[in-house]
Nanobody, 119 residues
Framework: QVQLVESGGGFVQAGGSLRLSCAAS????????MGWYRQAPGKQRELVAT???????NYADSVKGRFTISRDNAKNTVYLQMNSLKPEDTAMYYC?????????????WGQGTQVTVSS
């Protein structure tokens, strides 16, 4: 079994910063992709940022230049540094990891951490 524990969410004023963390534990030999997604009330879950094992990143256009994803492979942890936050960034943020193909390519989701940005 694999468990993901997210932390770092909270309430912040527009223009502020937050740093999210997601630590994976359990039967993990390798992680192919680690990433963050978010879901606002009444909206579909959307990609925020992902990072491959080789360090390649992918960002949603809405967060480019403001958010930075990073990962510590030794700790099986992924981070999301969020700067210049806007009210429209308010959402539940979810961590997701994807295992390599040789490990079954299974994906796992965290429980989510709430981010609220006031105007």
């Amino acid at each position: 079994q694999v468990q993901l524990v997210e932390s770092g969410g909270g309430f912040v004023q527009a223009g502020g910063s937050l740093r999210l963390s997601c630590a994976a534990s359990g039967s993990i030999f390798s992680i192919r992709t680690m990433g963050w997604y978010r879901q606002a009330p009444g909206k579909q879950r959307e990609l925020v940022a992902t990072m491959s094992g080789g360090g390649s990143t992918n960002y949603a256009d809405s967060v480019k230049g403001r958010f930075t994803i990073s990962r510590d492979n030794a700790k099986n942890t992924v981070y999301l540094q969020m700067n210049s936050l806007k009210p429209e960034d308010t959402a539940m943020y979810y961590c997701k990891i994807v295992m390599p193909a040789w490990a079954g390519a299974q994906d796992y989701w965290g429980q989510g951490t709430q981010v609220t940005v006031s105007s």
